[in-house]
């Protein structure tokens, strides 16, 4: 089956540009995750949707970063006046639970990269 | 000291060499354990969960360690194909992974 998705997979921004990333989870997945990596570490938590709910977004690191998730399923993550420090990877993930020991599932990111 | 602290490597192993890798974690109260590899530039994806009584599947087996708090994971019989970065994943009582740094693994012929 198809599992998830994200777009675009590359974006180049200058700075001060705003720009949105969007994550398709697998379907029927409750919990959706939006991970920050940069290179040579590992992801960092950034924000958690319980379907439409977002019930936890402490690793957003400024109020330039937003995320939503209006529906339960699809959600973008849009970040305003873009800093050269934005650059990393976005990735998200959707498991069909968050508690316990069920897996997440990893999309395949997109490589942003403000000049 | 960050939550959940990984030796970078790289390791750098000769094929059909076994390999160790440790992750420490600083929350006693973390419940779940995950190994997750990572090629370069791709996803993590997920290669084990870590059971209190251990696990092993093939070449693979992670450990749980509570009391010195740290998991690890051992691989025997190294491929070329196991190549990759290895991600500690502790997950305490809420939803939120926490990620280590991830270890390098290289196999070489």
């Known amino acids: 089956g198809a599992g998830v998705s994200q777009s675009p997979r590359y974006k180049v921004a200058k700075r001060g540009q705003d720009v949105a990333l969007r994550c398709d989870p697998i379907s029927g997945h409750v919990s959706l995750f939006w991970y920050q990596q940069a290179l040579g570490q590992g992801p960092e938590f950034l924000t958690y949707f319980q379907n439409e709910a977002q019930l936890d977004k402490s690793g957003l690191p400024s109020d330039r970063f937003f995320a939503e998730r209006p529906e339960g399923s699809v959600s973008t993550l849009k970040i305003q006046r873009t800093q050269q420090e934005d650059s990393a990877v976005y990735l998200c993930a959707s498991s069909l639970v968050a508690s316990g020991t069920y897996e997440q599932y990893f999309g395949p990111g997109t490589r942003l990269t403000v000049t | ?109």
């Open chain 2, 1 to 109: 000291r960050k939550e959940v602290e990984q030796d970078p490597g790289p390791f750098n192993v000769p094929e059909g060499a076994t390999v160790a890798f440790n992750c420490t974690y600083s929350n006693s109260a973390s419940q779940s354990f995950f190994w997750y590899r990572q090629d370069c530039r791709k996803e993590p994806k997920l290669l084990m969960s870590v059971y209190s009584s251990g696990n092993e599947d093939g070449r693979f087996t992670a450990q749980l360690n509570r009391a010195s708090q740290y998991i690890s994971l051992l691989i025997r019989d190294s491929k070329l194909s196991d190549s990759a970065t290895y991600l500690c994943v502790v997950k305490g009582g809420s939803y939120i992974p926490t990620f280590g740094r991830g270890t390098s693994l290289i196999v070489h012929p």
